[in-house]
């Protein structure tokens, strides 16, 4: 290929949107990611409270307590370290605090293109 015509080639890692695709194939994930999107930080415990709240919203029922707990761990033992393995987040362990990466931009355009039609905003 000429590289003068380069500018139709991706601008990120084939494997990185790959990484990204299956990150955010998990409702949790996506729903955590799109909170720090927004606030670009929070705690696994704040987490847990939006991603409950997010996936309980459209049946209107009461969240039981054990149902936050559950995603609580979920989120610190499974979904937290696979976006932390695919760089979209950073986990801090030791404050408990997960941060939006300095990801690729289309990693972050997918992301924020996921949220919009998913939630209609």
């Known amino acids: 290929m000429d590289p ?4 139709t080639e991706p601008t ?9 695709f299956l990150a955010l194939r998990d409702r949790d994930r996506r729903f ?11 705690s696994v ?9 997010w996936s309980h919203a459209a049946d209107g029922g009461v969240i039981e ?5 559950q995603r609580y761990r979920r989120l610190l033992q499974t979904h937290v370290p696979k976006l932390a393995d695919v760089g979209v ?5 030791e404050a408990d ?6 990801c690729p931009e289309p990693i ?14």
């Open 4 to 7: 003068e015509q380069s500018s």
């Open 12 to 20: 990120a890692n084939p494997d990185a949107l790959d990484d990204a």
């Open 32 to 42: 955590a990611l799109y909170f720090l999107l927004e606030h670009e930080t929070a």
């Open 45 to 53: 415990a704040e987490l847990a409270d939006v991603v409950t709240a």
């Open 65 to 69: 307590p054990q149902c936050r707990n």
């Open 89 to 93: 987040v950073a986990h801090d362990e």
């Open 97 to 102: 605090r997960v941060s939006l990466a300095p």
């Open 108 to 121: 972050r355009e997918l992301a924020a293109r996921a949220c919009a039609a998913e939630t209609g905003s």
